[in-house]
């Protein structure tokens, strides 16, 4: 029986330490950590490696629910994986296993409140976003990745992994950035 500590944050800037020290200190024999937005699964290779290898009692942990995800349907499916591999799941703000029967019922519930959660940051941030907007301070979220340099190694043959790679970003930011300009020429 292994006990399996995955950790996220949204962004690259975002800290991972106060995660990883207590899924330790919980008796994690392996964390996977990654940053990544928790409002898909899309680009969290770490949670697909962890579910891919889990075995029969193994236990994925988490330090808190929004961390697996912050869709109620996205955490319920990866509860579902986890079940048919044999294994389960536990959150440690609020302690919560999906090994019992109530596990499940209050996972379900919290799933749902993070996810109405979501939508109300999302609401106020847009409310926020408006108002600035018409008081004429709004300019926009500052930019992390230098697009003219990833541009430019990508015009000098460099594939978009080591582009990634040097610049710290994920593949996918690179894409995005190349086929905007691609869009733009258009």
Request: net charge positive; charged share 30%; with cysteine.
């Amino acid at each position: 029986m292994a006990r399996i500590g995955y950790a996220r944050v949204s962004t690259l800037d975002q800290d991972l330490e106060i995660q990883q020290e207590r899924l330790t200190a919980e008796g994690c024999q392996i964390v996977r950590c990654e940053k990544v937005s928790g409002a898909s699964r899309l680009g969290r290779t770490e949670l697909a490696t962890i579910i891919e290898f889990l075995r029969e009692d193994d236990e994925l942990i988490v330090t808190r629910l929004d961390r697996l995800g912050r869709d109620t349907r996205d955490v319920l499916n990866i509860v579902h994986e986890c079940e048919q591999r044999g294994a389960y799941v536990t959150v440690l703000e609020p302690h919560v296993s999906t090994k019992g029967e109530m596990g499940k019922v209050i996972l379900t519930v919290l799933g749902m409140v993070a996810q109405m959660e979501r939508r109300f940051i999302k609401e106020r941030q847009r409310e926020g976003i408006e108002k600035a907007k018409a008081v004429g301070v709004y300019k926009g979220g500052k930019s992390r990745i230098d697009h003219n340099l990833a541009r430019e190694l990508y015009a000098r043959g460099c594939r978009a992994t080591a582009i990634a790679r040097q610049l710290n970003c994920s593949r996918m930011q690179i894409y995005r950035i190349l086929s905007a300009r691609t869009m733009q020429d258009d």
